[in-house]
């Protein structure tokens, strides 16, 4: 009995040694045929699925292995920098871009940290001119401190309460701009009522007023930036004899106030 044992296994192994076996072909096939994304995704559903959905140009325009050159354990370095691809403009020379980009697959998916500064001028330079160029309480502000979310637009109200309780939100840009709001500048239309809750005395004066100014709109007189004082000429030229004009340097010397003519 052991003799025929003996026999079967030697013929077995002599057999093996004879002919080649089917999966080896099938294997050489296997390693030949180029990775793709649904390959990945047998263990990396998670980060196709991010690509499928919300991938951007990581989708479209190139695949799993043009970032991941390699896998662990034979390659070490399977997580590539965003430098690689990324380059050539201030934005792509912040050092850590996983701070707003954490998630390389959906890359658009920003997520900002509590202060960030810097690297959001990078991409909104104009901005970033105007909080210097114009100094405001908002120049000493982070731009997450206002915008906690990317494109997110904050309303005025959430922070600065209206001048006056019938001012709607979107009239706050009527006359102020976020990031330069102490530059002041208006339309030729704007209502008087969005000056008076600031200036009550000079349109209260207008509205007892029996003269022409009475029936004109702040903005027709103090036209396009705030605090404008026009002189009384560019609208009446110089209406008295040469001698009064000569005694007179200042036409509210008789007059008044232009709010109040005497």
């Known amino acids: 009995m052991k003799k025929f044992i003996g026999q079967t296994i030697l013929a077995v192994f002599l057999l093996g040694c004879t002919v080649t076996p089917n999966w080896g072909a099938d294997s050489a096939a296997a390693a030949e045929k180029p990775l793709d ?3 990945c995704r047998k263990c990396h559903t998670k980060e196709i699925d991010d690509i499928e959905t919300k991938g951007m140009a990581h989708k479209t325009e190139i695949d799993c292995v043009d970032c991941h050159a390699g896998h662990k354990p034979k390659s070490f370095e399977n997580i590539p920098r965003c430098s ?3 380059s050539d403009a201030p934005h792509y020379n912040q050092l850590q871009c996983l701070n707003c980009h954490r998630n390389p697959h959906r890359p658009l998916e920003i ?6 500064y810097a690297e959001c001028l990078t991409c ?7 909080l210097q160029q114009f100094p405001s309480y908002h120049s000493t502000l982070a731009c ?3 915008h906690h979310q990317h494109k997110d637009l904050p309303e005025c109200t959430s922070c600065h309460q209206s001048h006056d309780p019938t001012m709607a939100e979107e009239t706050c840009q009527t006359c102020h701009a976020p990031h330069k709001p102490l530059q002041i500048a208006y339309s030729d239309d704007t209502p008087t009522s969005f000056c008076s809750p600031c200036h009550a005395e000079a349109t209260g004066l207008l509205e007892k007023t029996q003269s022409k100014h009475g029936q004109l709109s702040c903005a027709e007189c ?4 705030h605090g404008t004082i026009p002189a ?3 609208c009446h030229g110089k ?3 040469p001698g009064i004009h000569n005694k007179f340097s200042s036409c509210g010397e008789c007059h008044g106030t232009a709010h109040q003519l005497n």
């Open 37 to 39: 994304r649904e390959f």
């Open 84 to 86: 690689l691809c990324h």
């Open 111 to 116: 997520k900002f940290p509590k202060k960030a």
């Open 124 to 130: 909104h330079e104009t901005q970033g001119e105007e």
């Open 144 to 146: 997450t401190d206002c």
């Open 222 to 225: 103090h036209m396009n930036q």
């Open 232 to 234: 009384c000429e560019e």
């Open 239 to 241: 209406p008295h004899a």
